[in-house]
């Protein structure tokens, strides 16, 4: 018998046979598909992500313009129809102050009218600090009164627009995960990488250090380490402190899972099989042990993001992340710290939402991520 | 051997399974694991079943404790166990998956020995402990006699210094040790059947030999009947009275021993012992396989399932038109009925 | 039976007295508190184009030995002398991981288990064309011919080389990595248990393969494996090994026929023979396996030894090999207590 006879006999079966030639990418995709939740997650997501380069666009007046007299406004609702007539507009908001509290209440004057146009043009901004533009989503004609403006979720107590400061306080928010999140992930494999291939001396002194750092408490760390940024930096400074400040964190339990994996993957035998066709430590490390590392970097991440919004919004609220004017979910909170403002203006909580929500849709996503990245575990 | 033969002839089979199918729904698609198995386990005798990797033994026979796991289910067929003649027959596919009656036939009545011990004993509790646990919640005995019963087993299944091993954890122990301690934790509550599911396939030669001496010698003492699964032939011959070769979800043949090794009907059958390595082989011959390979689940053939590895198919058989069923072609000699000729 | 294209009687491996201890580390501070010695003085060659088996129970130092020889493991103490292709010899125990590296594309590896000795996440082109790349064949277009070639050889199709391994059953995976490992034309092949997570019917395929292979490209092969029936099929020669040590090593004829040690006529027994009608009685040893971090002094078969004679029972014999017949060597306390 020659091998001819036996590759015939031993392949016409399987070519009938369709099987996949799917990658890792593939099945990851064909698995997590099946999450419905999770890909629902995955595109709200997505939406707010894009929305978040488009923060001005949606903002109906400037989120920085104070105005005295028109603080503490109440959300208005849009009225679409006008007599059976569409024709959008707002009822104006008419303030009288209590005689006695000397509290200003609003209430709405629907005679006196004012329209709400699409595509309107209102306050110049610099689109992504580029490109100057004048273009809004909703907004009023020009002529109009400041506080005869459009309030979709009322005013703070200095008169600023909630509607247009939670849009723009979204991009901080948002951003300061992605950008943590980097961070983590360099720090993480890097760190937990050269520990798990190396071994030895360098493990132990990389896995004390993690172990110290994990030690120390973490709010008072964050408090003194904020406490210790000059008040001279400016907005952008601080931000990348801040992101600083928070994957020290994070990136400890990117590195103790990578090192771990790294451990388990250098006794592989495809690992093995490799080494002894010759290759060197940057190909064993680049194509064999990082690729089998994504899906654990995948589930990594989709933990650390929620955690790191969760913890600027935390230190921003505590008045120790970012400050005023850097308008972040965290900051708009601020207004929320005392017992009046949440009895009396209920809508300043209202920036309490993009953040529970956004950790949700976050969490879902990563529930599937998890399930689906790791095509290999049956 | 033949002294038993003659023994058990007319009795009624302890437990009949009869057109067992079992399925998986998963996402891919219906795997039919078992697809229409039938066999029968003989009191006081071993049944061998024997079949390559995925074919459903494992599935086939973990259906009779009802232990299949989450996708799958029993869609068809029946397992019919007449343990007591006093009592009467239980259909086990009829029973509830969780219900008290399942319970007390798991571990009590039908117990399984697994491959790796290591997943079937906890890490956390002592390997004596764990099975004091089990003596105490079948047999309801108090806490020192169960502890005097495990030194008991202990004893019996050749375990070297058995005080001490009862305090050891399972991870303490040998590969040979922890299987020996598994066979004391199956047979400890006196079971009518153990389900035996490749209880060697990890161990050595040498601790092959010495499990399988062991096994045989329980079953002398206490009659139980052993289901035995592998997919070694040598192991089969050595240790099996009845053996069913398993091909795709069906019993493909099923015969005595020695009807199996020395009259093969079916055309597997005939294959699987071809290909055998052997001692007494010439050095460096070229071994005869069965050509092609085993379908995949997924795409079972229909009709019959071996008929794109067969070498003389029936015209019927090679185009599916034959179902699959076996039939008598001796006493106790079962064929498949479209093979009974191509072998 | 096949014939042999040639077979010369220069060894192409030369191992002697090759030990690799483990140490036993414990505390924190990883004091070295003993030694396990996986291989205690190993010698024995392999000529060209012959296969030579490694057997014993488990645990006994089979892998640590084809790893030491490999060079996947750093050897403790002793010479593995390796006639590469230019008829060099060179001392594999004596050079660092880098200088190891050129000579790699000369001994290639099969690895027991079809599943993890394949990286999931390649496509079989990049798997079987991985030795070829980093040898230094770069172009693409080269490397696809000759993994065309080399799956032909081994029987897949070529057609299935941008398949990932999942979509491959367990006997088709173990050709997988028998192409990797003949890609590069090696001259020694080490398979350790290359067919024992194969069922029967797709190992005697795998069997049938390597032998056609061997005569085909005139390969020489170190075959680990604990089945006595699969070793006496494909060997040329045997060597029995029990706790680090050979204890017996001859031709399959003088190991299966004749065997002199005790432990390998148990072994021998303990093989369960396909034929209810052969059904025997086995040779049971008594007694636990000799520890490998604490051997007994002198045979360390002794204390399972069913007749040993009083010398070697206090320990007072070291072990050694003699040739009892031509080619037929056993260790010396045990010559005359099988
Ligand atoms: N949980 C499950 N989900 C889906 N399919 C399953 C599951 N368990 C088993 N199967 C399928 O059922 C078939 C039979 O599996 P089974 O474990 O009974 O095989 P086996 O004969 O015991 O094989 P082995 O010798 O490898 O143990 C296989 O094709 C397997 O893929
Ligand atoms: N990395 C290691 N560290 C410590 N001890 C080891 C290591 N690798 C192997 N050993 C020990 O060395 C001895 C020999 O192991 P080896 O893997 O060579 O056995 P083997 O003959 O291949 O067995 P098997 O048939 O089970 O594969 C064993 O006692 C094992 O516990
Ligand atoms: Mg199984
Ligand atoms: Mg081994």
């Given at each position: 018998m020659s091998s001819e006879s036996n590759i015939e006999k031993v392949d016409n079966i399987n070519s009938e046979e369709r099987v996949s030639v799917a990658s890792q990418g593939q099945l990851i995709w064909w698995r997590f598909r099946k999450h419905k939740l999770a890909v629902f997650s995955a595109i709200l997501l997505l939406l707010l992500y894009l929305t978040t380069l488009f923060a001005e666009f949606f903002a109906t007046s400037d989120p920085l313009e104070s105005e005295a007299f028109r603080g503490l406004i109440q959300p208005q609702p849009i009225h679409f129809f006008d007599e059976g007539k569409l024709s959008p507009h707002v009822c104006a908001m008419e303030g009288t102050r209590d005689p006695y509290t000397y509290k200003k209440t609003y209430k709405p004057n629907c005679d006196k009218k004012t329209p709400v146009e699409f595509f309107t043009k209102g306050y110049e901004y610099e689109w992504l600090g580029l490109i100057p533009m004048d273009r809004h989503l909703i907004g009023v004609p020009e002529g109009y009164l400041a506080e005869e403006h459009i309030f979709l979720l009322g005013t703070d107590i200095q008169g600023r627009d909630m509607w247009s400061r939670i849009w723009v306080a979204s991009r901080l928010s948002l951003s300061i995960g992605l950008v943590g999140v980097t961070l983590t992930l360099i720090f993480g494999i890097s760190l937990g990488g050269i520990s798990g291939f190396y071994g030895g001396f360098i493990d132990t002194i990389i896995q004390r250090i993690i172990e110290i750092i994990r030690a120390v408490p973490t709010i008072p760390l964050w408090m003194a380490l904020s406490a210790a940024m000059p008040f001279s930096w400016s907005i952008v400074q601080i931000y990348f402190s801040i992101t600083l400040i928070i994957s020290l964190f994070a990136w400890t339990d990117l590195a103790r899972v990578v090192r771990g994996r790294f451990l388990s993957l250098r006794e592989e035998d495809f690992v093995t099989a490799a080494v002894l066709s010759g290759a060197n430590e940057r190909r064993i490390i680049f194509r064999h042990v990082m690729p089998s590392l994504y899906s654990h970097i995948i589930a990594a991440v989709s933990l650390a993001i929620p955690l790191m919004i969760i913890s600027e919004t935390a230190l921003s609220f505590l008045g120790l992340g970012l400050q005023a004017p850097a308008i972040s979910w965290g900051t708009l909170l601020q207004g929320t710290q005392n017992v009046q403002s949440v009895a009396l203006y209920k809508w300043l909580m209202i920036p309490a939402f993009p953040v529970v929500g956004s950790i949700l849709l976050f969490n879902f996503l990563g529930d599937g991520l998890r399930d689906a990245a790791d095509p290999y575990s049956d | 051997m033949t002294k038993k033969n003659t023994k058990i002839e007319k009795q009624k089979p302890i437990l009949s399974v009869n057109g067992l199918k079992v399925h998986f729904f998963t996402d891919e698609g219906t795997v039919k694991?078992?697809?229409?198995a039938s066999f029968d386990v003989l009191a006081g005798r071993t049944l061998g079943i024997v079949g390559e990797s995925g074919c459903g033994k494992s599935v086939a026979t973990r259906s009779l404790l009802r232990l299949v796991d989450s996708p799958g289910k029993i869609v068809d067929g029946e397992i019919i166990y007449r343990g007591d003649a006093n009592k009467k027959e239980i259909n086990i596919t009829s029973l509830k998956t969780s219900g008290s009656d399942i319970k007390s036939i798991r571990g009590g009545e039908i117990s399984l020995i697994f491959q790796e011990p290591m997943t079937s004993f906890s890490p956390v509790h002592t390997v004596g402990n764990q099975i004091i646990e089990a003596i105490k919640l079948h047999k309801k005995l108090n806490k020192d006699d169960a502890k005097g019963l495990t030194l008991d087993w202990f004893k019996r299944v050749g375990m070297p210094d058995p005080e001490q091993r009862m305090n050891q954890y399972p991870w303490q122990l040998s590969g040979g040790q922890r299987q020996r301690a598994m066979i004391a934790m199956a047979l400890c509550c006196d079971p009518k059947i153990v389900i035996a599911d490749e209880p060697t396939t990890a161990l050595d030669v040498t601790t092959q030999a010495q499990i399988l001496d062991l096994l045989k010698e329980l079953q002398e003492e206490n009659g139980m009947s052993i289901i035995f699964i592998t997919h070694d032939l040598g192991v089969i011959a050595e240790i099996s009275d009845d053996v069913s070769v398993m091909y795709l979800g069906n019993i493909v043949e099923s015969a005595s021993v020695d009807e199996i090794f020395h009259s093969p009907k079916h055309p597997y059958t005939t294959g699987l012992l071809n290909s055998i390595p052997s001692i007494t082989n010439k050095n460096r011959e070229r071994l005869p396989t069965i050509s092609g390979s085993i379908p995949h689940p997924h795409n079972r053939p229909s009709g019959c399932t071996f008929r794109n590895r067969c070498q003389n198919p029936s015209d019927d058989c090679r185009e599916g038109k034959i179902e699959m069923k076996l039939i008598e072609v001796s006493p106790g000699h079962f064929v498949d009925q479209c093979c009974i000729n191509c072998g | 039976m096949t014939t042999k294209n040639k077979k010369d009687d220069s060894p192409i491996l030369e191992v002697t007295n090759l030990k690799k201890y483990f140490p036993i580390q414990k505390g924190i501070f990883k004091?070295?508190?003993?030694?396990?010695?996986?291989?205690d003085g190993v010698d024995f060659s392999i000529n060209k184009g012959e296969t030579v088996s490694l057997v014993g129970e488990s645990g006994c130092g089979k892998t640590t030995t084809a790893r030491c020889i490999m060079r996947a493991l750093d050897p403790t103490s002793g010479e593995i002398k390796f006639k590469t292709k230019n008829n060099e010899i060179i001392d594999l125990s004596k050079l660092s991981k880098d200088e190891v590296r050129p000579y790699r594309d000369d001994i290639q590896m099969i690895f027991q288990d079809p599943f993890s000795s394949l990286?999931?996440?390649?496509?079989l082109f990049d798997i079987v064309g991985e030795p070829l790349l980093v040898n230094g064949m770069k172009a693409k277009k080269e490397r696809e011919e000759r993994v065309s070639e080399i799956m032909h050889q081994v029987g897949l199709r070529p057609e299935y080389m941008m398949r990932f391994p999942h979509a491959f059953s367990g006997g088709q995976r173990q050709r997988i990595g028998i192409a990797r490992a003949l890609s590069i034309n090696p001259s020694l092949i080490v398979a350790d248990e290359p067919v024992s997570a194969l069922d029967v019917s797709v190992q005697a395929q795998v069997l049938n393969l390597m032998m056609d292979l061997q005569d085909q490209l005139n390969l020489t092969y170190l075959f680990v494996s604990h089945d006595l029936s699969v070793v006496s099929q494909i060997s040329d020669r045997v060597i029995v090994m029990y706790v680090g040590k050979i204890v017996e090593s001859g031709t399959p004829k003088q190991i299966f026929e004749s065997p002199k040690h005790p432990y390998t006529s148990a072994l021998l027994s303990s093989v369960p023979k396909a034929d209810p009608r052969l059904r025997q009685e086995r040779i049971v040893l008594k007694g636990e396996v000799a520890n490998a971090a604490d051997p007994p002094s002198g045979c360390t078969f002794r204390t399972r030894c069913p007749n040993p004679t009083d010398d070697c029972r206090d320990g007072n014999i070291e072990m050694g090999l003699i040739e009892v017949s031509p080619g037929h060597w056993v260790d010396q306390c045990c010559v005359n207590c099988g």
């Open positions: - | 694991a078992v697809e229409g | 004091k070295i508190v003993g030694n396990v010695r996986a291989v990286n999931p996440r390649m496509t």
